[in-house]
């Protein structure tokens, strides 16, 4: 077998665990040196394992996102009446958003930033973190979503610089609610 190396660059999202603490996570990752690609596999609890995975452009993902939008507006009007395990509920798979009115400001500067932020408060909302808590989140925080919210916002920061901050503070400022959960 050849031998490569990977470099995971950024977590986007983790889609689903295993009992066994296997994670499918959607990530950017560098292989044999090259520029990150999207990269969405099983991965072992500490990244040293992983499973059979496909890896995509930006091109390719742009296009499954469109996909993926045409799937959800044809199937909107077809409700599945067979109830799923495995489906979150209606409830926790609610969106919380960088505010509209935030997104036409922001938006024509960096949509890239707009969208991992609503991913990054989303990914919050879901882990019951408020938004004062991701604001704060900190490398010594105890709870470990929190930490979890420090990284992905250190990876922000990395790339995008001070605006993360700038933006989270107008999100934080513009929110009636700061509490997630209903």
Same mark, same amino acid.
């Given at each position: 077998?050849?031998?490569f190396t990977y470099h995971i660059e950024r977590?986007?999202?983790?889609?689903?665990?295993?009992?066994?603490?296997?994670?499918? !996570?959607?990530?950017?990752?560098?292989? *044999?040196?090259?520029?990150?690609?999207?990269?969405?596999?099983?991965?072992?609890?500490?990244?040293?394992?992983?499973?059979?995975?496909?890896?995509?452009?930006?091109?390719?993902?742009?296009?499954?996102? !469109?996909?993926?939008?045409?799937?959800? %507006?044809?199937?909107? @009007?077809?409700?599945?009446?067979?109830? *799923?395990?495995?489906?979150?509920?209606?409830?926790? %798979?609610? @969106?919380?958003?960088?505010?509209? #009115?935030?997104?036409?400001?922001?938006?024509?500067?960096?949509?890239?930033?707009?969208?991992?932020?609503?991913?990054?408060? %989303?990914?919050?909302?879901?882990?019951?973190?408020?938004? #004062?808590?991701? %604001?704060?989140? @900190?490398?010594?925080?105890?709870?470990?979503? !929190? #930490?979890?919210?420090?990284?992905?916002?250190?990876?922000?920061?990395?790339?995008?610089?001070?605006?993360?901050?700038?933006?989270l503070q107008e999100v934080a400022e513009s929110?009636?609610?700061?509490d997630f959960k209903d």
């Amino acid at each position: 077998m050849a031998s490569f190396t990977y470099h995971i660059e950024r977590n986007i999202a983790v889609l689903s665990d295993t009992a066994k603490g296997w994670r499918k !996570e959607l990530n950017v990752v560098s292989w *044999n040196g090259q520029e990150g690609k999207y990269d969405l596999r099983n991965w072992s609890p500490d990244h040293t394992k992983m499973g059979k995975g496909i890896t995509l452009t930006e091109g390719e993902v742009d296009r499954l996102k !469109e996909a993926l939008g045409l799937l959800e %507006t044809s199937d909107s @009007s077809k409700e599945d009446p067979t109830p *799923n395990p495995d489906r979150p509920s209606e409830e926790a %798979t609610k @969106s919380i958003e960088v505010p509209a #009115k935030l997104q036409q400001k922001w938006n024509p500067c960096n949509r890239r930033l707009v969208l991992e932020m609503n991913t990054l408060l %989303t990914y919050g909302r879901k882990q019951g973190l408020t938004v #004062k808590q991701i %604001t704060q989140a @900190s490398e010594r925080s105890k709870n470990v979503f !929190e #930490k979890q919210v420090f990284n992905q916002l250190e990876q922000l920061r990395f790339v995008y610089g001070q605006q993360v901050d700038e933006l989270l503070q107008e999100v934080a400022e513009s929110m009636t609610r700061l509490d997630f959960k209903d």
